[in-house]
């Protein structure tokens, strides 16, 4: 059987329609892991600043003690 015009240009959307859905898969698995490193870089930064406040907040102790 003889293919028609018709016949190739669906083909031709399917192929078009299954690498979009391949470049959604695999664009959503980026997404997914920028936001999982994002949260582990704020999750840094809450420690970091904590630190720095206990380290604020301890060397202002001393220095208040020794007036």
Not at 7 to 12: P, V
Not at 16 to 31: G, P
Request: net charge negative; hydrophobic share 40%; proline share 0%.
């Amino acid at each position: 059987m003889k293919q028609t015009e018709y016949d190739i240009l669906l083909a031709g959307e399917r192929r078009i329609l299954d690498a979009i859905e391949q470049l959604e898969t695999e664009y959503k698995f980026h997404l997914i892991a920028m936001k999982e490193e994002l949260a582990r870089v704020r999750e840094a930064l809450t420690k970091s600043s904590m630190s720095v406040v206990h380290v604020s907040d301890n060397v202002n102790g001393k220095l208040n003690s020794n007036k």
